[in-house]
Each structure stands twice: as C-alpha cells, then as structure tokens.
C-alpha cells in the first residue's frame, strides 16, 4: 500500500490514472495555500465534481477504514487537504465546519506569520499562539490532521507540545541533512517522533538539494532520516507538482499579500520552478521507490511497506475521525 502524504498536483483525468498507474491508496491534496473559506468552498466542491466524473480511478475519503475500502476496490483515496489555515478565517467554529465538509489535514502556517503562529520564513518564529492552541485543540477535537511542514520550529515544537494526539510534517527533510528554513531541525523531528507523529520526505528538489540527484541518494537520505527519528516516523510526502506552472507558482508564493518577488523555497539564484527530479516524474514512479529501499538502502520488505504507506496508516488511525 503506497500513501503520498502531499502533494500540489493540478488534477485531471491523467493526474488521476498516475495515482492508479503507481499503486496508489492515498494521496493528500491541496485545497488552498492563501484561500478564504468561500475559496476553499468552491474547491471542495469541485473535487467532489471531479470524484463523481472519475469515480472508477479515485474517492474522497474522510478515515482509514474509507482509505482501506478504496485500497481493495481498486481506486486512491483523496484526502482533502490545505497547505494554510486560511480558509478558517481566524474564527475558531470553521475547523468543525471544514471538517463537516471534508477537509481532513491542514497546515497551521503557510509561509507567513498568522493568528496561529510563525512560519519557517519569519525573521522571528512567534511560537504558537492562544488562538493556535485553541485551533490544535479543536482539531485533535474533530479528528483533523495538524501539519506542521511550512511552520516555525518554535511554532511546530509548540504544536507538538499542545496536541493531544500525534502530528505530521507531511511535506519536508531533516535540516540536518540539507539546510534549508523548510527542513526541520532534529529537536523537532525527535518531538514529532516521541508523539507518535509522521514525517513525510519530499523530493522537491529545492529542500532536497544533492540528495535529489537519482532515486539512490535519495534513498540513502532516507535511510539517514530514519537513524534520526526511527522506522515508525517516516513516510513519504513527494511535495509533486503535476501540471503545475508560473501560474500557479506564483500564487503559492506571492498570493495576494505582496507585490514584490519572492522566491519561495528557491532563491535568487534559483528564482523559478526547480528543476524536475527525474526519479519522481509522477506517482508511478513509487514503485520504483520501494524496490530501491530494499536494493539500495537496505530495508527488508516489511520496513519498505511501512515506509511506503504503512505508517501514514497507523498515524491516520490514530487522528482521523468520520
């Protein structure tokens, strides 16, 4: 069973036959990286337009036992998922309704400071605020994913302290492996771990760096983020970006809050969209992934699946509720 714990994929009818091309169970989505609520409205209900028009490749799922159902049926479980807490509107009452509607991960912070806490960006990491605890809360509360993978490491160490159940990281790499603000330091890797939460390793090339050269590096980078946090925290969280252009690019990083350039996970010298890593092209690369786990990086089979879906499940278990 093959789980992708995030993505920002622009989806069709392709996208979707590359998630069953690969084996997928689960994916998580995008829904909004700066959207309001009525935004992320319409994009919910346009993934349940897109559920019923491909209702023989994918389903939207709300829990583990729907991710096993797709699982044995054949199809990929889509979680819903928003890569900011934006479209709650700082107004505490949303979670429950977003959760209502489907939404099952959010991310406290995108690359801004909010009401909730600091981003991985900010000159300053806030921590995590009154209203953030009272967020978390009320996730853990509904059974709606905490994820951590843009925030602040004060912010993200916070979160872990005031969850009642374990967290993910769905989307990032050990910063002590390659330095970048998106990476997570091992103080916070080693918190999530002790709360029984998920890292997901992306291959962004960008918080990749060398270890995105071939499939091999960046199995071994695994393997490292593994003695780190232990077998039962690591999973997988591509961070792809199907059909994605400047486009969309650049809502991610600029949205509506500045005119000037910004460049995101890259840099001044890398100003555009990074550069494809060729070992992740689509999702039907994953089971590629897995063989080299086991080729290269020495994992037996049982590990390899844990990596590859089965912890993203028992984590899932443990969180979400219907």
Known sequence: MYIDGLECSVYDRQVFQELRDGGLACVTNTLAFWEDAGETMDEIGRWRDLARENADLITIARTADDIEAAYASGRTAILLGTQNSSPIEDRIRYVELFHDMGLRVMQLTYNNQNAIGGSCYEPHDSGLTRFGREVVREMNRVGMVVDLSHVGERTGIDAIEASEVPVAVTHANARSLYEHARNKGDDLLHALAANGGVIGLATYRNIS???????????????????????????????????????????MRKGRWTRTTQYGAGSAGNPGKAKPVEFMTSTRDFPALAECLTTRAGFSDEETAKIMGGNWMRFYRQVLKG
């Open 209 to 251: 760096g060398p270890w995105a050269d071939s499939r091999e590096a960046w199995c071994d980078m695994l393997r490292r983020t593994v003695d780190i946090v232990g077998l039962d925290h690591v999973g997988i969280g591509t961070d792809l970006s199907r059909k994605s252009g400047d486009k969309e690019l650049q809502w």
